[in-house]
Structures are given as structure tokens and as C-alpha cells.
């Protein structure tokens, strides 16, 4: 049945790719098949038309196809993927395998620009990579003029968060990409029947993908024309000679930048976070938190720690409801998560997902015969020496001890190599997945890669000292973006990458957000840092650890555990993590270990406030709160140091 099906569609791509490749002006939305057409006339959406009309003019695909919600068309995709060689299948029934270019392993920031006209770029800051609007549209839509010569085209229609909510954004994708059209349907939402329900309105956003030309291994051959352009004025985003999802997928980070723009106009906050439900040990009790932390810095596996339950991994949006409670929903449906270090020890649920039977592409990992191989995927685990790889695209078959052009040893798995799948594939994906309500936000946790500042967790003092410690947050560089990996950054709210307001007006933001919140619902704010070595480099936690400082976290939102005041914050007391340890692992957390890991260390807090204020020094209205905090802090810690004589404060020493 499947089979008949696929070559129906096979055979109609073909035959209608001679008619419309023999004539240029048989472009255009005047020229879709008559079911495609009657599908976009469905949505009773004037600008739609004018959108899909006026790009495929330009990018002059060979064919078109329009993609609904029904099964039918997701089907369709799903095939298509496969059909093309963006994915291969895979032993394993639902897997399949995606390559991205040798030289596209991760978010491409510096060719990823703001469109801001000449006259505003001062009031951008300097954090924020824009070009002048004029110029930017003509050099991205040259580069677009006939970039879909010869392919098919999809046409796609999602939801960003749950459908039929206050959260609810439409968002249409036009893309050469079955890859990325297959990507998004395991991520998002349908969203085809929603953007009925817009009844004609303009606000949606858009999003025009090219992978443009492809090698005969099917990735992205003109790497260096590849470029990522935010167009605010207009709700849309360019992207073109692409294929890794942070780059190319409308849905995901190019959307959360619109999101951005867009929620601070309207007063409410889209958000680089996890979403998950904490459960007490005894499971009575459960409160949801979200969690940002830079791209590779514990993030998936923190909304994944064994006990607790997901709703999301990524993005939220977050909006106070009608009775003043802060809510929140997964903007997604889906992880695309890193690959590396995901083992049965470490993170099982996502191990057992991978590794049974479901819709999952695997992106940049080693396949040999059929069966892939990652990093850190567990040591009783033979990686075969031979296969094909990320590195294939570019440098032939894979074989153990391959090197770069620089002679660098290359490894089989690329340490961003991802995996995508549904999270209702996951045992403990929360009930409140979809609800449209949202769920009530009762903590938010900010997290960087800290090896020698800060402490495992902290509670900051209240809502404003909480935004200021977001405001602050640092952390040591990954292979998640394009460059150097453990370089000290700044990653205010873990959002930079995203923020495409002026940062002073995105932190004033976050200082409004609670004004509709009573005081005993204003979702208290920690800062964790896995992170943390003694001096001879080791790491101070296990893995897993994280789930204590959650458990502690979880507690002090319900008033169970006391904590100590510090100059930075309220950090746990000894004996209640010697409790949550012996309950949750059943191990003896020495003495020795928390004085280690929760001293305060005067001199590195007070370096990092330095070059806080260096890096927002020429910010324009950055709030006055921002300067107040930075400044109260940095007296209460040389207060502290002066009071008990030594930089590095133990925690017994705070009464
Ligand atoms: C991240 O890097 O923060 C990700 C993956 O979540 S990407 O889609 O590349 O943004
Ligand atoms: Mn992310």
C-alpha cells in the first residue's frame, strides 16, 4: 500500500518536472497544480498567496508541492526525505540518518544577521550581528534568484506552541528541503487548520529556505554564500545554502528571533528554555520549572533528569494569565538534541527512544551497516572501524584515524551530532505536553560552564536580582556554534544568540513581566553550575547530580528546606543535601566536597562582575535595577571578605 503510493507521487513529481522546467514563467503561485492551489485558497489568506507567489518567482523551483495536515501529506515528506537522499534508512524501523555539510556542523552566527536600517543600528548595541536592511535584502535576495532551479519545493504550514491558545503563532515555510520540511514535522505542530483559523490576518511569520545547490552527496555545496537573515518588519527570515537545522529550520531559532521582537511588543517573553515537571522523591508532588542554559551545557538532559517529566527542551513562550500567574508552553513538539553522551547510564530515556523502533533522524553520527554510533554512547559499545560519517561528504569514506587538512584527528561522531524526535516517543513526557493553558511556571533556572566561579545552585534574592544574575551569565564556548570550543562568554539568559532587541529593553522585559504577578507567584529564580573543578581539573559532579540541586531547588519553592544567605544568594544547607543524596542515590555527600563545592569565591565573583560591566558598557537603557544589583553584590561580597578575613568564604562560616 505504502509502496503503490510512494511511486504515484514519484511518478507525478517527474512528469510535472519536465512540463514546468521548460518554461520560466511557469513560476509563481498562478502555476501550482490545481489541489495545491486549492489548498492555499482554503486558507482565505490574500497575503499567503502573495508570500508563496512572490518567492517562488524568485527561487524558480521545478515543482511545488502543498502540504497539509493530513496523514497523506506527512507521508508524503517523510518519503520524499528519502526519496532525494536527504536521509538514508536505517536498520532500525522509523530511523533514518542525515548528513549536513562537512563545513555546516552548527549555527553559523557570524553570517546570521539582523536586517536594521542604517539609521537605527546604533540603538542595536554592539552584542547584535545586523547589516543595513537595504543591503542585506539585495545581496540574500540575489543570492535566491533561481537557488531552487531544478528542485521540488514544500510548502508547509505550522504552529508554534499548542494550537487553539493564546500562544498559538502560525508560521508558513517554503523550503528546497525535505529534510527540513520532515525535521519540522517531528518538532512542531500541524499547523495547515490553524492558519484557517487566522481568517485572513497578516500575523504569521514566514520563512524562505534554500540548501541551494548539493554536492552529489546531497549537502549544501556553497557554503560560503551561506546566509541567515531577520527581517522584523516584516515577521520573516531568509536562509539559504544551508541544511543543519540551527541554521535552516524556520521553525526553531529563526522563529524564536521573530518571537523575540514580537514579545516584547506585546509583553510577554520568548525564551531559550527548557520546560519540566520536578517531582519530589516520593512522587507527591510535582512543580514545573524552566531551565536556560547555553547551547551543550546540560540543558536537554536537565529537562530529561530521571524522575521528572518533559514538556520541552528548548523554547518557550511565557505569558501571565488572566488570574496573574505566570504560564508557559513548549513552542515545540519535539528535541533536536545533541547526541553526544547520551548512554543508558546517563540519560536512559532518551537512550531507550533511540534506540527502539520510532520516527527518529539521526544527523552527523557514524552508520555502519545500517546501525549508527555515537560519542559517549556507552563503553561496552565496539565503535566499527569503518563507515560513513559526517566527514564523508567531504573527505570520502570513513575510517578510524582520519585526519583534517590541518592533520588533526577527526572524530567518528561529530561532537554536535544530533537526534530528532517526538517527544511523545518519551516515557516521561508530561500530560500537560499540549495543553493550550500552559503550565503555571513556579521557578526558572539559569546555567552556564562555569569551572571556577560559581557554586552547583544558588537561589537568587527575588525577581530582579534574579534577572540580574540571568543578565550575568557566562559560560565557557561548545561545539554547538561555528569556532572555538571553551572560550568564556557572555550568554545573557542563554538567549544572545536570539535576541534581536536592544538588551536593555529585553532585560527591562523581564523586569515587567511580574508586574500582573502577585509576590507569592513570582516564579523564583537559581543559578546552577554543573560545571565546577577542584585543582587538578576534575569535575566536582557526577552527571546525574543535577537532579539534587533540582530536588533542593524544587523544595525551597514549597518553603521545605532553610537555606543559608550569602552575598550572592540563599545556597542549600549542608544537612538537607545529605539527605536529598542518601534519598535520590543513596550515597554519603561528604563534608569536604559541599565546603569545596559551596565556597563563595570572592575574588572570581568580582572578576566576572568586571567583565559584566565591561561587556554591557556600551549598551544604551540598560535598566536601572541592572546597575543596582551589579553594585549590591559586588558590596556584599567585599563586605563578606572583610568581615571573615579570606577570599575563599566557607559555607559553614555564614550564620
Ligand atoms: C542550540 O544550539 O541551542 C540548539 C540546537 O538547540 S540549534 O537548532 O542549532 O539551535
Ligand atoms: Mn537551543
Not at 482554503?42 to 493530513?70: E, M
Not at 546525574?544 to 542549600?572: C, F, M, N, Q, S
Not at 569536604?592 to 556600551?618: C, H, P, Q, T
Request: proline share 4%.
Amino acid at each position: 500500500m505504502y509502496l503503490i503510493c510512494f511511486f504515484c507521487v514519484l511518478n507525478e513529481f517527474t512528469t510535472n518536472k519536465v512540463i514546468m522546467m521548460t518554461s520560466e514563467e511557469c513560476y509563481g503561485y498562478e502555476y501550482l497544480d490545481e489541489k495545491d492551489k486549492e489548498k492555499i485558497d482554503a486558507l482565505n489568506n490574500p497575503k499567503a498567496v502573495k508570500v508563496i507567489d512572490r518567492f517562488l518567482k524568485i527561487c524558480k523551483p521545478a515543482k511545488v508541492v502543498v502540504i497539509d495536515d493530513t496523514q497523506e501529506d506527512i507521508n508524503y515528506v517523510r518519503q520524499l526525505s528519502i526519496d532525494l537522499g536527504e536521509e538514508i534508512k536505517l536498520e532500525m524501523p522509523g530511523h533514518t540518518i542525515h548528513y549536513d555539510s562537512y563545513f555546516d556542523q552548527a549555527r553559523d552566527k557570524g553570517n546570521t544577521r539582523l536586517l536594521v536600517p542604517v539609521t537605527e543600528k546604533e540603538k542595536y548595541g554592539t552584542h547584535i550581528n545586523t547589516i543595513d536592511r537595504d543591503e542585506g535584502l539585495k545581496e540574500i535576495l540575489d543570492i535566491m534568484d533561481g537557488c531552487m532551479k531544478g528542485k521540488l519545493v514544500v510548502i508547509r504550514f505550522f504552529c508554534l506552541g499548542p494550537t487553539n491558545s493564546r500562544f498559538s503563532i502560525s508560521a508558513l515555510q517554503i523550503t528546497d528541503s525535505a529534510y527540513v520540511a520532515h525535521s519540522e514535522d517531528i518538532l512542531y505542530r500541524k499547523g495547515y487548520e490553524q492558519f484557517k483559523r487566522l481568517e485572513g490576518s497578516e500575523d504569521f511569520f514566514y520563512f524562505v529556505h534554500s540548501a541551494g545547490e548539493l554536492t552529489e552527496k546531497n549537502v549544501t555545496k556553497n557554503i560560503e554564500k551561506r546566509r541567515i537573515y531577520i527581517d522584523l518588519e516584516e515577521n520573516r527570515v531568509f536562509t539559504v545554502n544551508n541544511q543543519y537545522a540551527g541554521n535552516s529550520l524556520g521553525l526553531k531559532k529563526l522563529a524564536l528571533r521573530l518571537a523575540i521582537n514580537k514579545a516584547l511588543k506585546e509583553n510577554w517573553l520568548a525564551e531559550h528554555m527548557f520546560i519540566s515537571a520536578v517531582y519530589t522523591l516520593d512522587k507527591s508532588r510535582k512543580t514545573y520549572f524552566l531551565g536556560a542554559f547555553p547551547s551543550a551545557c546540560g540543558k536537554t538532559s536537565t529537562a530529561m533528569v530521571p524522575g521528572n517529566a518533559i514538556i520541552g527542551d528548548d523554547i518557550v513562550y511565557m505569558r501571565v494569565d488572566k488570574e496573574g500567574i505566570p504560564k508557559a508552553v513548549n513552542i515545540e513538539s519535539g528535541i533536536f538534541g545533541i547526541i553526544k553522551d547520551v548512554n543508558p547510564k546517563d540519560d536512559p530515556e532518551i537512550y531507550k527512544a533511540l534506540t527502539s523502533p520510532c520516527e527518529t533522524i539521526f544527523s552527523n553520527v557514524q552508520i555502519t551497516d545500517e546501525k549508527p554510533y555515537w560519542l559517549g554512547m556507552g563503553d561496552d559499545i565496539e565503535i566499527p572501524e569503518i563507515g560513513i560519517n559526517w566527514t564523508s561528504s567531504y573527505l570520502g569514506e570513513w575510517k578510524t584515524g582520519k585526519k583534517d587538512e590541518k592533520g588533526n584527528e577527526l572524530s567518528f561522531s561529530h561532537p554536535n551530532a544530533r537526534y530528532t524526535l517526538r517527544i511523545e516517543e518519551l516515557e516521561n513526557a508530561d500530560e500537560a505536553l499540549h495543553d493550550p493553558d500552559g503550565v503555571k511556571v513556579s521557578a526558572i533556572v539559569y546555567g552556564g560552564r562555569d569551572s571556577n566561579t560559581s557554586v552547583p545552585v544558588y537561589q537568587s534574592f527575588n525577581w530582579s536580582n534574579g534577572v540580574f544574575v540571568g543578565a550575568a551569565l557566562e559560560s565557557e564556548t561548545t561545539s554547538a556554534t561555528l569556532g572555538q570550543a571553551g572560550v568564556r562568554k557572555h550568554q545573557p539568559m542563554a538567549n544572545l544568540d536570539f535576541i534581536v532587541v536592544p538588551l536593555g529593553q529585553y532585560f527591562q522585559s523581564h523586569l515587567n513581566f511580574v508586574k500582573e504577578v502577585k509576590e507569592e507567584n513570582h516564579p523564583l529564580i537559581f543559578s546552577t553550575n554543573y560545571f565546577l573543578k577542584d585543582e587538578n581539573g576534575k569535575y566536582y559532579d557526577e552527571i546525574l547530580d543535577k537532579k539534587i540541586w533540582l530536588l533542593w531547588a524544587e523544595g525551597r519553592v514549597h518553603g521545605d528546606y532553610d537555606a543559608i544567605k550569602t552575598p550572592i544568594g540563599y545556597i542549600p544547607k549542608y544537612e538537607d543535601l545529605v539527605d536529598l543524596f542518601k534519598g535520590a542515590f543513596d550515597i554519603d555527600y561528604e563534608k569536604s566536597r559541599y565546603e569545596a563545592e559551596f565556597s563563595i569565591r570572592v575574588g572570581k565573583f568580582l572578576d566576572k562582575f568586571d567583565r559584566i560591566e565591561k561587556f554591557y558598557a556600551n549598551e544604551k537603557d540598560m535598566p536601572e535595577e541592572f546597575f543596582f544589583e551589579l553594585e549590591e553584590q559586588r558590596k556584599k561580597l567585599l563586605e563578606a571578605k572583610e568581615k571573615y578575613g579570606t577570599d575563599t568564604i566557607s559555607p559553614f562560616l555564614f550564620s
